[in-house]
């Protein structure tokens, strides 16, 4: 190849080449850029053939070798689009950028989205955004105007160019005091929501691929939005009837398309809001679920995680058949508490009790004396004495008082932690990658640094790295690094924790059987942990994330490799050894991948990432520039829609939720958490719907075990950030019993 940007062509990809081409003249100038690519021809030779500028054959032999026949497509890249989707604009704005970015510039945001930066900045303009942020209260442009403060879905209703959407503001009291879901988790959710809710259309031609970028791009009517003002002779018999006592004496609000009024029998005093027809339905329910996310995490996560599943299964029905789903209210529960022996000193009963506060607070992310008595089972003078103890060490903070729910009595006053009361470090070492995160008691990133892995390197200059970079973010942090706990160390298994070394990982030989947490602690000085990748990542994920309220739940981690940890009856279980969940040998059964002797052999989809990009280049997919394939690179043709890059993952993804279907089983648990860098915001909604379908369809107890699978919080920074928490898991969650894979 001559130019960077040359690639070769297989028989069936000319052939279709040819053929999208054949009999358009506006295509042949694209036609020719390919086929000079192909014979080898410099990007200079092919400008000069074709008359064209090298910039524009450069950017089309880009595109084409990033997605295809996708690629060659016209995008408009300035001016007003046919139609914008203003919706979804203001969706990806809650939902942010990617890090280190908080939040988005309005040029790097109409790139993304595929609009005109004039374009993208009226819409900011109409929705009072500035500097990337909305204001708050959201003000929804309806008719009436409707402002959400802390808006709750309540049900969603779609049948051909009608549908409605019912919300309404959770009661400040209600609010749990927890904080917001983090900019990852909110992306993550971003993408994965409005893929699978673009399956909810009357027009089953559409793509199902198709992503947020190219609903700007088209002309064509969105199937739910207000492009007719009215939509006579709509029977009202196939109009839900309103029916959830649950939601009684709450003030709704119902937001219409297509001049549908709504369900029938609501309770009087409801609001009816006409959508504009620059607002579509699916990008409507999406944003609400980011404002939602934004104030009420916990019982949002467990609404939209519904929600998807109710939108997986209308994708299966007729076409033309109505899409409902109504919001089943659950209260978010106090963590059940572990039956405990009686017999053990008066020292370690303070200590087991106080540990209990904590994890109680931690939980809910502030609760007032009371609710501590009330939710751990302490007497109130037991609380006060605790309590007082940890004001008065500053490991709790006193928020301001807050009024009983009956507005009577002595105002309340919620207890919270001091997020720079202690701090940890994580150390995610992988074949490819060493991160170091370094994060506070409330589980906020305060310093992330990453490092890149040589093919077969020793250990001694990665441990000279963690080692420097360690004590850099400690200095960085001030005072708070001067309250740091310890570290924890996630690496890929199988591992000796009671030694401390790794035996013989996959995918990095020259890492085994060395003394990494020895030699970690002698260089840092301070306590290390040494958990294997996916534990960490369960763990992380039941401190700070998704699986913080429940005390039986199953992390299926998708990285290099692939593994799984499992938080049973309110503890991380590691088994003897610390090696539980060894995922690669129940999946290689579960899909009778065995050696001759009936022993499990290695399977290639338990490698997600390498098998996702193997699969995409033996379906015909070629990277761009020198023609590399990456796993970045397949996630983005997926995104748009390639289906060479979403057959791939899917067949991935399809292997590996059998072996989940085995961890389902195996552990009896009625959720599922999937996470980890191979689960990227693109391709997220891939996973878990072949996740949830596995689970959901082959286990023996799937009548009395629906099980929910739901993305992590955490995700590629999961294991990284699920060590450090593991630090506070040792020291702060209430047992009595040590931890046994650290060293002082």
Same mark, same amino acid.
């Given at each position: 190849?001559?130019?960077?940007?040359?690639?070769?062509? #297989?028989?069936?990809?000319?052939?279709?080449?040819?053929?999208?081409?054949?009999?358009?003249?506006?295509?042949?100038?694209?036609?020719?850029?390919?086929?000079?690519?192909?014979?080898?021809?410099?990007?200079?030779?092919?400008?000069?053939?074709?008359?064209?500028?090298?910039? /524009?054959?450069?950017?089309?032999?880009?595109?084409?070798?990033?997605?295809?026949?996708?690629?060659?497509?016209?995008?408009?890249?300035?001016?007003?689009?046919?139609?914008?989707?203003?919706?979804?604009?203001?969706?990806?704005?809650?939902?942010?950028?990617?890090?280190?970015?908080?939040?988005?510039?309005?040029?790097?945001?109409?790139?993304?989205?595929?609009?005109?930066? /004039?374009?993208?900045?009226?819409?900011?303009?109409?929705?009072?955004? &500035?500097?990337?942020?909305?204001?708050?209260? =959201?003000?929804?442009?309806?008719?009436?105007?409707?402002?959400?403060?802390?808006?709750?879905?309540?049900?969603?209703?779609?049948?051909?160019?009608?549908?409605?959407?019912?919300?309404?503001?959770?009661?400040?009291?209600?609010?749990?005091?927890?904080?917001?879901?983090?900019?990852?988790?909110?992306?993550?959710?971003?993408?994965?929501?409005?893929?699978?809710?673009?399956?909810?259309?009357?027009?089953?031609?559409?793509?199902?691929?198709?992503?947020?970028?190219? &609903?700007?791009?088209?002309?064509?009517?969105?199937?739910?939005?207000?492009?007719?003002?009215? #939509?006579?002779?709509?029977?009202?018999?196939?109009?839900?009837?309103?029916?959830?006592?649950?939601?009684?004496?709450?003030?709704?609000?119902?937001?219409?398309?297509?001049?549908?009024?709504?369900?029938?029998?609501?309770?009087?005093?409801?609001?009816?809001?006409?959508?504009?027809?620059?607002?579509?339905?699916?990008?409507?329910?999406?944003?609400?679920?980011?404002?939602?996310?934004?104030?009420?995490?916990?019982?949002?996560?467990?609404?939209?995680?519904?929600?998807? %599943?109710?939108?997986?299964?209308?994708?299966?029905?007729?076409?033309?058949?109505?899409?409902?789903?109504?919001?089943? %209210?659950?209260?978010?529960?106090?963590?059940?508490?572990?039956?405990?022996?009686?017999?053990?000193?008066?020292?370690?009963?303070?200590?087991?009790?106080?540990?209990?506060?904590?994890?109680?607070?931690?939980?809910?992310?502030?609760?007032?004396?009371?609710? +501590?008595?009330?939710?751990?089972?302490?007497?109130?003078?037991?609380?006060?004495?605790?309590?007082?103890?940890?004001?008065?060490?500053?490991?709790?903070?006193?928020?301001? &008082?807050?009024? /009983?729910?009956?507005?009577?009595?002595?105002?309340?006053?919620?207890?919270?932690?001091?997020?720079?009361?202690?701090?940890?470090?994580?150390?995610?070492?992988?074949?490819?990658?060493?991160?170091?995160?370094?994060?506070?008691?409330?589980?906020?990133?305060?310093?992330?640094?990453?490092?890149?892995?040589?093919?077969?390197?020793?250990?001694?200059?990665?441990?000279?790295?963690? #080692? %420097?970079?360690?004590?850099?973010?400690?200095?960085?942090?001030?005072?708070?690094?001067?309250?740091?706990?310890?570290?924890?160390?996630?690496?890929?298994?199988?591992?000796?924790?009671?030694?401390?070394?790794?035996?013989?990982?996959?995918?990095?030989?020259?890492?085994?059987?060395?003394?990494?947490?020895?030699?970690?602690?002698?260089?840092?000085?301070?306590?290390?942990?040494?958990?294997?990748?996916?534990?960490?990542?369960?763990?992380?994920?039941?401190?700070?994330?998704?699986?913080?309220?429940? #005390?039986?739940?199953?992390?299926?981690?998708?990285?290099?490799?692939?593994?799984?940890?499992?938080?049973?009856?309110?503890?991380?279980?590691?088994?003897?050894?610390?090696?539980?969940?060894?995922?690669?040998?129940?999946?290689?059964?579960?899909?009778?991948?065995?050696?001759?002797?009936?022993?499990?052999?290695?399977?290639?989809?338990?490698?997600?990432?390498?098998?996702?990009?193997?699969?995409?280049?033996?379906?015909?997919?070629?990277?761009?520039?020198?023609?590399?394939?990456?796993?970045?690179?397949?996630?983005?043709?997926?995104?748009?829609?390639?289906?060479?890059?979403?057959?791939?993952?899917?067949?991935?993804?399809?292997?590996?939720?059998?072996?989940?279907?085995?961890?389902?089983?195996?552990?009896?648990?009625?959720?599922?958490?999937?996470?980890?860098?191979?689960?990227?915001?693109?391709?997220?909604?891939?996973?878990?719907?072949?996740?949830?379908?596995?689970?959901?369809?082959?286990?023996?107890?799937?009548?009395?075990?629906?099980?929910?699978?739901?993305?992590?919080?955490?995700?590629?920074?999961?294991?990284?950030?699920?060590?450090?928490?593991? =630090?506070?898991?040792? +020291?702060?969650?209430?047992?009595?019993?040590?931890?046994?894979?650290?060293?002082?």
């Amino acid at each position: 190849m001559n130019g960077p940007t040359g690639f070769s062509l #297989t028989d069936d990809a000319l052939e279709e080449v040819t053929a999208w081409a054949a009999g358009r003249e506006d295509r042949a100038v694209r036609l020719g850029i390919v086929l000079d690519a192909a014979a080898g021809l410099s990007v200079s030779e092919s400008a000069r053939g074709l008359g064209v500028s090298r910039p /524009t054959v450069t950017a089309w032999r880009k595109r084409y070798a990033a997605r295809g026949l996708a690629g060659l497509e016209h995008q408009p890249r300035s001016g007003r689009p046919a139609r914008i989707d203003e919706a979804d604009v203001m969706a990806a704005t809650l939902a942010g950028p990617p890090a280190p970015r908080r939040t988005w510039s309005a040029r790097s945001l109409a790139d993304y989205l595929g609009l005109s930066h /004039t374009a993208l900045g009226r819409v900011w303009q109409r929705w009072q955004v &500035r500097h990337g942020a909305a204001t708050e209260p =959201v003000a929804l442009p309806l008719d009436p105007v409707l402002p959400c403060h802390r808006p709750m879905l309540l049900a969603a209703w779609a049948a051909d160019d009608t549908g409605f959407v019912v919300l309404t503001d959770a009661e400040a009291r209600a609010r749990p005091h927890t904080k917001a879901a983090t900019a990852e988790e909110r992306q993550m959710r971003y993408a994965a929501l409005t893929a699978v809710m673009r399956q909810v259309r009357a027009d089953r031609e559409d793509r199902p691929g198709a992503t947020g970028r190219e &609903r700007h791009e088209t002309g064509g009517r969105s199937p739910l939005n207000n492009s007719r003002p009215e #939509t006579p002779g709509i029977p009202i018999r196939t109009l839900p009837a309103w029916n959830a006592p649950q939601w009684a004496g709450r003030h709704l609000h119902v937001l219409t398309w297509g001049g549908v009024e709504g369900p029938t029998g609501l309770p009087d005093g409801a609001v009816r809001h006409a959508v504009p027809s620059s607002m579509g339905w699916a990008a409507t329910v999406c944003l609400i679920a980011q404002l939602e996310l934004r104030h009420q995490p916990q019982p949002a996560r467990v609404a939209l995680d519904s929600l998807a %599943e109710a939108a997986r299964a209308h994708a299966k029905t007729a076409p033309g058949t109505p899409f409902w789903w109504l919001r089943q %209210e659950r209260q978010v529960a106090a963590p059940r508490r572990d039956s405990v022996h009686r017999a053990f000193d008066q020292l370690a009963l303070g200590s087991f009790n106080e540990k209990l506060v904590i994890e109680s607070i931690r939980v809910a992310g502030s609760l007032s004396r009371v609710e +501590i008595a009330e939710r751990t089972g302490l007497t109130p003078q037991a609380v006060s004495r605790i309590t007082r103890n940890l004001l008065t060490t500053r490991f709790l903070v006193a928020d301001e &008082r807050r009024p /009983t729910s009956q507005g009577m009595g002595k105002p309340r006053i919620p207890l919270r932690l001091r997020p720079d009361a202690a701090c940890a470090i994580g150390i995610h070492i992988d074949p490819q990658l060493i991160s170091l995160e370094l994060v506070d008691l409330c589980g906020n990133v305060r310093a992330q640094r990453s490092f890149p892995v040589a093919e077969g390197s020793d250990p001694d200059p990665y441990l000279k790295w963690m #080692t %420097e970079t360690a004590a850099q973010t400690i200095s960085a942090v001030g005072p708070l690094g001067t309250k740091l706990l310890g570290v924890g160390v996630a690496a890929p298994g199988p591992l000796d924790v009671h030694e401390g070394v790794l035996l013989n990982p996959p995918l990095w030989a020259a890492w085994g059987e060395f003394p990494l947490r020895a030699e970690l602690n002698r260089r840092l000085n301070v306590p290390v942990l040494l958990e294997k990748d996916a534990t960490a990542a369960a763990i992380g994920e039941r401190w700070l994330g998704t699986g913080e309220t429940s #005390t039986d739940f199953v992390y299926l981690y998708l990285g290099a490799g692939a593994g799984s940890g499992a938080f049973l009856n309110g503890d991380v279980f590691r088994g003897a050894s610390g090696n539980a969940g060894e995922f690669g040998e129940l999946t290689a059964y579960a899909v009778d991948h065995v050696t001759p002797e009936g022993g499990p052999r290695m399977v290639p989809e338990c490698a997600p990432m390498s098998a996702v990009v193997e699969q995409a280049r033996a379906g015909g997919l070629t990277g761009p520039d020198d023609g590399t394939l990456s796993y970045d690179a397949v996630c983005t043709a997926a995104a748009v829609g390639d289906p060479r890059a979403i057959r791939a993952v899917r067949n991935v993804a399809r292997v590996v939720a059998r072996g989940a279907v085995a961890m389902t089983d195996l552990y009896d648990t009625d959720l599922m958490v999937v996470g980890g860098p191979a689960v990227r915001p693109e391709v997220a909604e891939l996973y878990l719907s072949e996740t949830s379908e596995a689970v959901n369809r082959y286990p023996m107890a799937r009548r009395v075990r629906p099980v929910r699978v739901t993305c992590s919080t955490l995700s590629a920074s999961a294991a990284a950030v699920g060590a450090a928490a593991g =630090v506070f898991h040792m +020291i702060f969650a209430p047992r009595l019993r040590t931890h046994s894979s650290t060293t002082t």
